[in-house]
């Protein structure tokens, strides 16, 4: 039987022994089809092979026919040739080279689903949601995710433009980007926000991230948290057996974390958690996310809103609700292949919808009395520089600077006072 590894987003696992595409499940006249078709093909390969005027390898031609054959299926599936396949170890890693963009391709066009934090494309202010039209004088209508990827990677220090359309304000902009290594950790800024709050943000699902967390989250406990703020805005997925781990983290033994649907019995499961008690299961728990967070983020938050675990802040995520299969091909290359969708426990299929959160928070814009928008970093008044001013002596300047950026985060804000609610719930409860 084929193995496979079930894969969400752009970080993939791939440990996996050379699998064959079996047949046997196609029905007798789906067969002959099918046998006929491939004759068809054997020839038009042929004649391009002997009457096109420039000469082509058998492999060229083998791989071209099977790009296009992934790219019309979905925007997820892809082929890739030994070298790409190979990338994708690197990718899980958590190190690799290009601007630091997660990209998919949605409503036809080329869409940023998030840039990695301290990445160039992050530093030169590419945002989620925005749509890339150029890739230097290339227009990306019509091009295959796979082929964007390639045009976007290259040497570190090289530099790549790229055009992109912002819906938000209707704009169009040229962005000069210069490629690096990309280093990606997982967690980032776990601390106590007052009153025994914990907040801890969540950057993808790779191999390592469920352990990552529950260290953190431990230091947290250690530290005094009571409750949990879970940042997974801009988290664009990753691998979902880590997904379902850390879901399983919050939820009590027997609820419902996902369930999967595909063409084959194979790809339908149902996992529910089975944490009989852990340390986590009682905290009062938001969960943020935006419209960079897809696919196991959007399983993680769909887990725990469904079972009224933890109340959603933000603005609605991405919508990817596909899961993807790595499948190796004998000669080194590999297929990523959409084999199944998800479902929240609810019920339903999140795929080119997305989750929209119980409190709806814009993000990083405030209303003034004249009904004018500002930026909420230009709002932060005299009073809060004053208090920071006083801490000087009492703290460093890295958590200065973090509790800056706490407070000109209107979305944290509005997630801080959510879990305050939960808290004065409780206790009317307990009286």
């Not at 292949?337 to 993000?363: H, K, M, Q, W």
Request: net charge negative.
């Amino acid at each position: 039987m084929s193995k496979k590894t079930f894969v969400l987003g752009c970080a993939l696992l791939v440990l996996l022994a050379v699998s064959s595409v079996g047949i046997s499940q196609v029905t007798a006249p789906v067969k002959k089809d099918l046998y006929s078709q491939v004759e068809l093909f054997s020839y038009a390969l042929t004649t391009i092979q002997s009457e096109y005027v420039d000469e082509k390898t058998p492999q060229d031609l083998i791989y071209g026919a099977l790009r296009g054959m992934l790219s019309s299926l979905d925007p997820h599936s892809q082929f890739m040739d030994p070298d790409e396949y190979k990338d994708l170890k690197t990718e899980t890693e958590g190190k690799f080279g290009g601007l630091g963009i997660e990209i998919s391709i949605k409503d036809d066009l080329l869409t940023v689903i998030a840039p990695v934090e301290d990445s160039p494309a992050w530093r030169a202010g590419i945002k989620p949601g925005d749509r890339i039209v150029k890739i230097g004088h290339d227009v990306t209508r019509d091009m295959s995710l796979d082929d964007a990827v390639k045009r976007l990677r290259g040497d570190p220090g090289t530099k790549v433009t790229i055009t992109v359309l912002r819906e938000s304000d209707d704009s169009v902009k040229d962005f000069d980007i210069t490629r690096e290594i990309i280093h990606v950790d997982d967690i980032k800024e776990p601390h106590i926000i007052g009153e025994h709050i914990g907040y801890v943000r969540l950057t993808e699902f790779r191999e390592n991230s469920y352990n990552e967390l529950h260290q953190a989250l431990e230091k947290l406990k250690d530290q005094g948290a009571d409750s949990l703020i879970l940042d997974l805005r801009n988290n664009p997925g990753g691998i979902l057996d880590v997904a379902i781990k850390i879901a399983e983290d919050f939820l009590p033994s027997g609820q419902t974390i996902v369930s999967t649907q595909g063409r084959h019995s194979s790809e339908d499961i149902m996992a529910k958690s089975g944490n009989n008690g852990g340390d986590f299961l009682d905290w009062p728990m938001v969960v943020m996310i935006n419209e960079g967070s897809a696919s196991g983020s959007e399983i993680v938050a769909g887990a725990l809103r469904d079972n009224k675990r933890a109340v959603l802040v933000g603005v609605k995520s991405f919508g990817k609700g596909s899961v993807q299969s790595v499948i190796p091909l004998p000669d080194g290359s590999g297929l990523r292949l959409t084999t199944a969708r998800y479902f929240t426990p609810s019920g339903v299929c999140i795929n080119g919808i997305g989750i929209t959160p119980d409190v709806v928070v814009e993000e990083k814009v405030s209303r003034t009395d004249d009904g004018s928008d500002e930026k909420s970093v230009s709002k932060a008044n005299d009073d809060v520089d004053t208090v920071f001013s006083e801490l000087e002596h009492k703290e460093d300047k890295k958590q200065m600077e973090l509790k800056k950026k706490d407070q000109d985060d209107l979305q944290l804000q509005s997630a801080i006072n959510v879990i305050k609610g939960i808290k004065i719930y409780r206790k009317f409860q307990q009286k």
